[in-house]
Protein backbone atom coordinates (compact mmCIF):
# COMPACT_ATOMS: atom_id res chain seq x y z
CA UNK A 1 0.00 0.00 0.00
CA UNK A 2 2.99 2.30 0.05
CA UNK A 3 2.71 5.27 2.42
CA UNK A 4 -0.72 5.93 2.29
CA UNK A 5 -1.12 6.61 6.00
CA UNK A 6 1.56 8.93 6.30
CA UNK A 7 1.27 11.96 8.00
CA UNK A 8 -0.95 14.37 6.56
CA UNK A 9 0.10 17.45 5.02
CA UNK A 10 -1.07 20.10 8.29
CA UNK A 11 -2.09 22.38 5.26
CA UNK A 12 -3.33 19.98 3.27
CA UNK A 13 -6.05 18.24 5.50
CA UNK A 14 -9.64 17.13 5.46
CA UNK A 15 -12.69 19.68 6.58
CA UNK A 16 -12.95 20.18 9.82
CA UNK A 17 -15.97 19.02 12.16
CA UNK A 18 -17.03 22.73 12.01
CA UNK A 19 -17.72 22.44 8.55
CA UNK A 20 -19.60 19.57 8.69
CA UNK A 21 -23.49 19.61 7.80
CA UNK A 22 -26.45 17.26 7.99
CA UNK A 23 -28.77 17.04 5.23
CA UNK A 24 -31.56 18.98 4.87
CA UNK A 25 -33.73 16.02 5.26
CA UNK A 26 -32.31 15.36 8.85
CA UNK A 27 -34.11 16.81 12.12
CA UNK A 28 -31.98 15.65 14.80
CA UNK A 29 -28.47 15.71 13.93
CA UNK A 30 -28.01 13.58 17.43
CA UNK A 31 -30.80 10.93 16.49
CA UNK A 32 -29.74 10.78 13.33
CA UNK A 33 -26.30 9.65 14.07
CA UNK A 34 -27.37 6.70 16.54
CA UNK A 35 -29.84 5.86 13.48
CA UNK A 36 -26.51 5.51 11.49
CA UNK A 37 -25.10 3.57 14.62
CA UNK A 38 -27.12 0.97 14.93
CA UNK A 39 -27.24 0.08 11.30
CA UNK A 40 -23.69 -0.49 11.14
CA UNK A 41 -22.19 -4.27 11.23
CA UNK A 42 -20.44 -4.46 14.97
CA UNK A 43 -18.95 -7.73 13.87
CA UNK A 44 -17.38 -10.38 10.87
CA UNK A 45 -20.65 -12.00 10.67
CA UNK A 46 -22.56 -9.27 10.10
CA UNK A 47 -20.29 -7.74 7.84
CA UNK A 48 -20.01 -10.40 5.94
CA UNK A 49 -23.43 -10.66 5.71
CA UNK A 50 -23.38 -7.33 4.28
CA UNK A 51 -20.84 -7.25 2.00
CA UNK A 52 -22.08 -10.63 0.41
CA UNK A 53 -25.31 -8.56 -0.83
CA UNK A 54 -22.99 -6.82 -3.13
CA UNK A 55 -19.93 -8.52 -3.33
CA UNK A 56 -18.02 -8.92 -6.87
CA UNK A 57 -14.54 -9.42 -5.16
CA UNK A 58 -13.61 -12.45 -3.04
CA UNK A 59 -12.32 -10.90 -0.12
CA UNK A 60 -10.11 -13.23 3.08
CA UNK A 61 -11.45 -12.79 6.28
CA UNK A 62 -8.09 -12.38 8.60
CA UNK A 63 -7.93 -12.54 12.68
CA UNK A 64 -6.27 -10.40 14.18
CA UNK A 65 -3.37 -13.22 15.70
CA UNK A 66 -2.87 -13.89 11.93
CA UNK A 67 -2.37 -9.94 11.17
CA UNK A 68 0.38 -10.18 13.73
CA UNK A 69 1.63 -12.68 12.54
CA UNK A 70 1.93 -11.39 8.68
CA UNK A 71 3.11 -7.84 10.43
CA UNK A 72 6.09 -9.60 12.47
CA UNK A 73 3.72 -8.28 15.67
CA UNK A 74 3.56 -4.99 13.99
CA UNK A 75 7.22 -4.12 14.39
CA UNK A 76 8.42 -1.01 14.51
CA UNK A 77 10.66 -1.56 11.11
CA UNK A 78 7.24 -2.08 9.41
CA UNK A 79 5.77 0.91 9.76
CA UNK A 80 5.04 2.75 6.57
CA UNK A 81 2.91 5.77 7.59
CA UNK A 82 0.72 7.04 10.61
CA UNK A 83 -2.02 9.04 9.39
CA UNK A 84 -5.84 10.40 11.27
CA UNK A 85 -6.81 6.71 11.15
CA UNK A 86 -4.42 4.93 12.76
CA UNK A 87 -1.22 3.44 10.98
CA UNK A 88 0.13 1.10 8.18
CA UNK A 89 2.56 -1.89 8.06
CA UNK A 90 4.29 -3.38 5.91
CA UNK A 91 3.73 -7.46 5.51
CA UNK A 92 3.97 -10.56 4.09
CA UNK A 93 1.37 -13.12 3.53
CA UNK A 94 3.35 -17.32 3.47
CA UNK A 95 1.59 -20.20 2.55
CA UNK A 96 1.03 -21.56 5.87
CA UNK A 97 -1.25 -18.08 7.05
CA UNK A 98 -4.37 -19.09 5.24
CA UNK A 99 -4.92 -22.09 3.15
CA UNK A 100 -4.90 -21.17 -0.57
CA UNK A 101 -3.43 -17.87 -0.36
CA UNK A 102 -0.56 -17.47 -2.01
CA UNK A 103 2.97 -15.82 -0.66
CA UNK A 104 2.70 -12.04 -1.17
CA UNK A 105 4.03 -8.54 -0.01
CA UNK A 106 0.48 -6.52 1.40
CA UNK A 107 -0.13 -3.07 3.35
CA UNK A 108 -1.94 -3.73 6.65
CA UNK A 109 -4.10 -0.56 7.50
CA UNK A 110 -4.89 -0.83 11.29
CA UNK A 111 -7.50 1.89 11.98
CA UNK A 112 -7.34 3.67 15.48
CA UNK A 113 -9.82 2.37 17.86
CA UNK A 114 -10.14 5.85 19.36
CA UNK A 115 -12.57 7.37 16.58
CA UNK A 116 -14.60 4.40 16.49
CA UNK A 117 -17.51 5.70 14.44
CA UNK A 118 -16.37 7.53 12.04
CA UNK A 119 -13.52 5.24 11.71
CA UNK A 120 -15.36 2.27 11.36
CA UNK A 121 -18.11 3.90 8.64
CA UNK A 122 -14.80 4.79 6.68
CA UNK A 123 -13.81 1.25 7.22
CA UNK A 124 -16.54 -0.29 6.33
CA UNK A 125 -17.07 1.69 3.22
CA UNK A 126 -13.49 0.74 1.94
CA UNK A 127 -14.48 -3.17 3.00
CA UNK A 128 -17.84 -2.73 0.70
CA UNK A 129 -16.65 -0.53 -2.48
CA UNK A 130 -13.33 -2.47 -2.80
CA UNK A 131 -15.45 -5.71 -2.67
CA UNK A 132 -17.56 -4.88 -5.18
CA UNK A 133 -15.33 -3.12 -7.40
CA UNK A 134 -12.22 -4.26 -9.43
CA UNK A 135 -10.05 -2.10 -11.76
CA UNK A 136 -6.53 -2.16 -12.75
CA UNK A 137 -6.20 1.44 -11.42
CA UNK A 138 -7.84 0.85 -7.96
CA UNK A 139 -5.79 -0.16 -5.25
CA UNK A 140 -6.77 -4.03 -4.75
CA UNK A 141 -8.20 -4.73 -1.57
CA UNK A 142 -6.78 -8.77 -0.23
CA UNK A 143 -8.84 -9.16 2.78
CA UNK A 144 -9.98 -7.63 6.19
CA UNK A 145 -10.31 -8.14 9.76
CA UNK A 146 -13.41 -7.64 12.15
CA UNK A 147 -12.28 -8.72 15.89
CA UNK A 148 -13.92 -7.07 18.67
CA UNK A 149 -12.57 -3.27 18.32
CA UNK A 150 -10.41 -4.04 15.65
CA UNK A 151 -11.11 -2.92 11.96
CA UNK A 152 -7.86 -3.57 9.67
CA UNK A 153 -7.85 -3.87 6.10
CA UNK A 154 -5.18 -5.89 4.08
CA UNK A 155 -3.99 -4.28 0.70
CA UNK A 156 -1.86 -4.99 -2.44
CA UNK A 157 1.61 -3.50 -1.26
CA UNK A 158 1.91 -0.49 -3.79
CA UNK A 159 6.10 -0.26 -3.63
CA UNK A 160 6.83 3.73 -4.42
CA UNK A 161 3.91 5.01 -2.28
CA UNK A 162 1.94 8.17 -2.92
CA UNK A 163 1.84 10.63 -5.51
CA UNK A 164 1.88 12.92 -2.72
CA UNK A 165 5.55 12.16 -1.30
CA UNK A 166 7.43 11.37 -5.01
CA UNK A 167 5.86 15.18 -5.93
CA UNK A 168 6.22 17.52 -2.97
CA UNK A 169 9.75 15.56 -1.30
CA UNK A 170 13.07 17.31 -1.89
CA UNK A 171 14.79 13.76 -0.61
CA UNK A 172 13.20 11.87 -3.68
CA UNK A 173 13.95 12.40 -7.63
CA UNK A 174 12.16 14.74 -9.57
CA UNK A 175 9.54 12.80 -11.12
CA UNK A 176 9.55 13.21 -15.06
CA UNK A 177 7.31 14.97 -17.31
CA UNK A 178 6.19 11.63 -18.87
CA UNK A 179 5.47 10.16 -15.30
CA UNK A 180 3.18 12.61 -14.47
CA UNK A 181 1.31 12.23 -17.18
CA UNK A 182 0.94 8.75 -16.76
CA UNK A 183 -0.13 9.04 -13.13
CA UNK A 184 -2.82 11.35 -14.63
CA UNK A 185 -4.17 9.14 -17.31
CA UNK A 186 -4.14 6.08 -15.02
CA UNK A 187 -5.97 8.69 -11.99
CA UNK A 188 -8.47 9.52 -14.76
CA UNK A 189 -8.96 5.90 -15.87
CA UNK A 190 -10.00 5.13 -12.10
CA UNK A 191 -12.30 8.05 -11.58
CA UNK A 192 -14.16 7.41 -15.04
CA UNK A 193 -14.77 3.48 -13.92
CA UNK A 194 -16.10 4.73 -10.65
CA UNK A 195 -18.28 7.43 -12.33
CA UNK A 196 -19.61 4.98 -14.81
CA UNK A 197 -20.05 1.95 -12.65
CA UNK A 198 -23.42 -0.09 -12.48
CA UNK A 199 -23.98 1.81 -9.43
CA UNK A 200 -22.17 4.99 -9.92
CA UNK A 201 -19.40 5.64 -6.97
CA UNK A 202 -18.22 9.64 -5.92
CA UNK A 203 -14.54 9.03 -5.06
CA UNK A 204 -14.92 12.34 -2.45
CA UNK A 205 -11.47 12.25 -1.39
CA UNK A 206 -9.26 12.82 -4.88
CA UNK A 207 -5.81 13.61 -3.73
CA UNK A 208 -2.40 13.13 -4.51
CA UNK A 209 -1.88 11.47 -0.98
CA UNK A 210 -4.24 9.10 -2.33
CA UNK A 211 -2.76 8.11 -5.26
CA UNK A 212 -0.26 5.32 -4.98
CA UNK A 213 2.44 3.95 -7.62
CA UNK A 214 3.55 0.35 -7.93
CA UNK A 215 7.02 -0.53 -8.85
CA UNK A 216 6.21 0.52 -12.46
CA UNK A 217 4.68 4.06 -11.43
CA UNK A 218 1.52 2.78 -12.34
CA UNK A 219 -1.19 4.46 -10.94
CA UNK A 220 -4.44 3.53 -8.63
CA UNK A 221 -6.41 4.95 -6.37
CA UNK A 222 -6.57 4.33 -3.02
CA UNK A 223 -8.93 5.32 0.98
CA UNK A 224 -12.32 4.77 -0.29
CA UNK A 225 -13.42 5.73 3.49
CA UNK A 226 -15.16 8.94 1.93
CA UNK A 227 -17.07 7.40 -1.27
CA UNK A 228 -20.33 7.72 -1.92
CA UNK A 229 -23.03 6.00 -3.50
CA UNK A 230 -23.89 8.59 -6.43
CA UNK A 231 -27.26 9.67 -7.36
CA UNK A 232 -29.54 7.38 -9.37
CA UNK A 233 -32.92 8.04 -11.20
CA UNK A 234 -33.87 11.75 -11.29
CA UNK A 235 -31.83 12.64 -8.88
CA UNK A 236 -29.18 15.72 -9.61
CA UNK A 237 -26.87 14.91 -6.54
CA UNK A 238 -26.43 13.03 -2.92
CA UNK A 239 -26.82 15.58 -0.11
CA UNK A 240 -24.84 14.84 2.47
CA UNK A 241 -22.10 16.14 4.94
CA UNK A 242 -19.32 17.77 3.97
CA UNK A 243 -15.81 16.18 4.36
CA UNK A 244 -12.62 16.21 1.88
CA UNK A 245 -9.35 17.96 2.00
CA UNK A 246 -8.96 21.66 1.91
CA UNK A 247 -7.50 22.94 -1.44
CA UNK A 248 -9.24 20.17 -3.49
CA UNK A 249 -12.88 19.90 -2.48
CA UNK A 250 -15.28 21.48 -4.52
CA UNK A 251 -16.90 24.82 -4.04
CA UNK A 252 -20.04 24.01 -4.85
CA UNK A 253 -19.98 21.41 -2.58
CA UNK A 254 -18.33 23.30 0.47
CA UNK A 255 -21.14 25.51 -0.31
CA UNK A 256 -24.27 23.23 0.05
CA UNK A 257 -23.08 19.95 0.89
CA UNK A 258 -24.78 18.90 -2.79
CA UNK A 259 -22.17 15.99 -3.85
CA UNK A 260 -22.06 15.14 -7.51
CA UNK A 261 -19.42 13.42 -10.17
CA UNK A 262 -18.15 16.71 -11.34
CA UNK A 263 -16.59 17.19 -7.50
CA UNK A 264 -14.44 15.12 -7.84
CA UNK A 265 -13.99 16.03 -11.79
CA UNK A 266 -12.92 19.77 -9.94
CA UNK A 267 -10.78 18.06 -7.20
CA UNK A 268 -8.52 16.00 -10.36
CA UNK A 269 -8.05 19.49 -12.02
CA UNK A 270 -6.67 20.54 -8.82
CA UNK A 271 -4.45 17.70 -9.14
CA UNK A 272 -3.34 18.25 -12.41
CA UNK A 273 -2.24 21.70 -11.45
CA UNK A 274 0.17 20.04 -8.53
CA UNK A 275 1.52 17.81 -11.31
CA UNK A 276 1.95 20.72 -13.54
CA UNK A 277 3.65 23.06 -10.84
CA UNK A 278 5.22 21.03 -8.57
CA UNK A 279 3.32 22.88 -5.68
CA UNK A 280 0.75 21.55 -3.07
CA UNK A 281 -2.99 22.40 -3.38
CA UNK A 282 -2.83 24.56 -0.15
CA UNK A 283 0.58 25.80 1.14
CA UNK A 284 -0.10 28.65 4.42
CA UNK A 285 3.69 29.12 3.89
CA UNK A 286 3.44 30.61 0.40
CA UNK A 287 2.54 34.54 -0.20
CA UNK A 288 -0.82 35.58 0.59
CA UNK A 289 -1.89 35.48 -2.73
CA UNK A 290 -0.17 32.02 -3.62
CA UNK A 291 -1.32 30.23 -0.83
CA UNK A 292 -4.19 28.34 -2.75
CA UNK A 293 -3.13 26.92 -5.77
CA UNK A 294 -6.02 27.69 -8.15
CA UNK A 295 -6.82 31.25 -7.22
CA UNK A 296 -3.18 31.48 -7.97
CA UNK A 297 -2.52 29.44 -11.04
CA UNK A 298 -5.88 29.36 -13.19
CA UNK A 299 -5.43 32.66 -14.54
CA UNK A 300 -2.07 31.57 -16.30
CA UNK A 301 -3.59 28.37 -17.65
CA UNK A 302 -5.41 29.85 -20.90
CA UNK A 303 -2.36 32.04 -22.00
CA UNK A 304 0.39 29.87 -23.76
CA UNK A 305 3.31 31.40 -22.61
CA UNK A 306 2.68 32.65 -19.38
CA UNK A 307 1.00 29.28 -18.36
CA UNK A 308 5.30 27.85 -19.05
CA UNK A 309 6.22 30.11 -16.12
CA UNK A 310 4.28 28.34 -13.22
CA UNK A 311 6.05 24.66 -14.61
CA UNK A 312 7.84 23.08 -11.74
CA UNK A 313 11.22 24.11 -12.00
CA UNK A 314 12.58 21.33 -11.33
CA UNK A 315 11.75 19.86 -14.63
CA UNK A 316 13.97 22.03 -16.20
CA UNK A 317 12.90 22.31 -19.39
CA UNK A 318 12.59 18.70 -20.12
CA UNK A 319 8.68 19.01 -20.83
CA UNK A 320 6.88 19.58 -24.32
CA UNK A 321 5.44 23.17 -24.19
CA UNK A 322 2.26 21.71 -26.17
CA UNK A 323 1.73 18.68 -24.07
CA UNK A 324 1.45 21.64 -20.82
CA UNK A 325 -0.21 24.06 -22.75
CA UNK A 326 -2.93 21.58 -23.29
CA UNK A 327 -3.11 20.10 -19.80
CA UNK A 328 -3.55 23.38 -18.60
CA UNK A 329 -6.51 23.76 -21.26
CA UNK A 330 -7.89 20.56 -19.30
CA UNK A 331 -7.39 21.45 -15.82
CA UNK A 332 -8.47 24.96 -16.76
CA UNK A 333 -11.78 23.12 -17.88
CA UNK A 334 -11.86 20.76 -15.00
CA UNK A 335 -11.61 23.50 -12.56
CA UNK A 336 -14.61 25.63 -13.77
CA UNK A 337 -17.06 27.34 -10.78
CA UNK A 338 -20.06 25.68 -13.18
CA UNK A 339 -20.20 22.25 -12.22
CA UNK A 340 -22.27 21.20 -15.74
CA UNK A 341 -19.63 23.04 -17.70
CA UNK A 342 -16.95 20.66 -16.34
CA UNK A 343 -16.22 17.36 -18.82
CA UNK A 344 -16.97 14.11 -17.92
CA UNK A 345 -14.10 11.96 -16.23
CA UNK A 346 -14.34 9.59 -19.91
CA UNK A 347 -14.11 13.18 -21.70
CA UNK A 348 -10.45 13.34 -19.46
CA UNK A 349 -9.03 10.22 -20.13
CA UNK A 350 -9.59 11.03 -23.70
CA UNK A 351 -7.87 14.29 -24.00
CA UNK A 352 -4.95 12.79 -21.65
CA UNK A 353 -4.81 9.70 -23.97
CA UNK A 354 -2.90 11.61 -26.96
CA UNK A 355 -0.90 13.58 -24.29
CA UNK A 356 0.79 9.90 -23.29
CA UNK A 357 2.56 10.58 -26.86
CA UNK A 358 3.47 13.46 -26.44
CA UNK A 359 5.30 13.18 -23.25
Known sequence: MGNCGSKANPTSRRVSDSLKQESPQVQSPRAEKEKEISKLPSNAKEVEDLRKETAGNPLVSFTFSELKFITENFKRENLLGVGGFGCVH????????????????????????????????????EVIFLGQLSHPNLVKLIGYCCEGEHRVLVYEFMARGSVESHLFSRMLVCLPW?????????????????HEAEKPVIFRDFKTSNILLDQAYNAKLSDFGLAKNGPVGDTSHVTTRIM???????????????????SDVYSFGVVLLELVTGKRSLDKSRPVRQQYLVDWVVPYLTQK??????????????YPERAVQKVARLAYHCLNHNPKARPLMRDVVDSLEPLQLLA
Open 90 to 125: RGFITENVKQGLQPVQVAVKVHDADNSFQGHREWLA
Open 178 to 194: AIRMKIAFDAAKGLAFL
Open 244 to 262: GTYGYAAPEYLKTGHLTAM
Open 305 to 318: KRVLAVVDPRLGKN
